[in-house]
T-cell receptor
């Protein structure tokens, strides 16, 4: 079964608003990453949060991790049209080289 | 832009053709990956190479054959594919294969007729 599942599947907001995406997973993890993908292109790494961390910031991005609920959220503040993309979470588990990706949240920021 | 290049960017092939996808990374990384991305499905890991050795084969059909001649180059040889193999094939690299950030190439959009 799928490890990471993003919610919502699609999100449409106005420029300047905040966007929040959630990721839930099923098994214990070492770390969780968020990636962005513009249409039909490769993924771009945004942020990595380790299992012993609860929150990380990078510019307009804020990621939280709740290992007790097996969930993470990605907040993009003051969104811009250029933030329009799909966002994926990927979970890393000890003892394997695999990162398990979810199906992603498609974010559309309207100018 | 990410230091990982893929060629070709687009490929159309018949089911009886043989073709190869190429990936090259200029980041000095030791691990390289092949992923398959199909519409409305999660990104699927296909193969992992760490220091030129294959460490993961995620139950990929034998019509996909990877090759890693050195740490900078990764190939995916395609033979007698099926229409359901049509997808975006993404290559990625990381410093090592052990739980680190991966840097993706732009992908090869493959259409099998």
């Amino acid at each position: 079964s799928q490890q990471g599942e993003e919610d919502p599947q699609a999100l449409s907001i106005q420029e300047g608003e905040n966007a929040t995406m959630n990721c839930s997973y099923k098994t214990s993890i070492n770390n969780l990453q968020w990636y962005r993908q513009n249409s039909g292109r490769g993924l771009v790494h945004l942020i990595l949060i380790r299992s012993n961390e609860r929150e990380k910031h990078s510019g307009r991005l804020r990621v939280t991790l709740d290992t007790s609920k097996k969930s993470s959220s990605l907040l993009i503040t003051a969104s811009r049209a250029a933030d329009t993309a799909s966002y994926f979470c990927a979970t890393g588990t000890s003892g394997t080289y695999k990162y398990i990706f979810g199906t992603g949240t498609r974010l559309k920021v309207l100018a | 832009e990410t230091g990982v290049t893929q060629t070709p960017r687009h490929l159309v092939m018949g089911m009886t053709n043989k073709k190869s996808l190429k990936c090259e990374q200029h980041l000095g990384h030791n691990a390289m990956y092949w992923y398959k991305q199909s519409a409305k499905k999660p990104l699927e890991l296909m193969f992992v190479y760490n220091f030129k050795e294959q460490t993961e084969n995620n139950s990929v059909p034998s019509r996909f054959s990877p090759e890693c001649p050195n740490s900078s180059h990764l190939f995916l040889h395609l033979h007698t594919l099926q229409p359901e193999d049509s997808a975006l094939y993404l290559c990625a690299s990381s410093p090592h294969a052990d739980q680190e950030t991966q840097y993706f190439g732009p992908g090869t959009r493959l259409l099998v007729l």
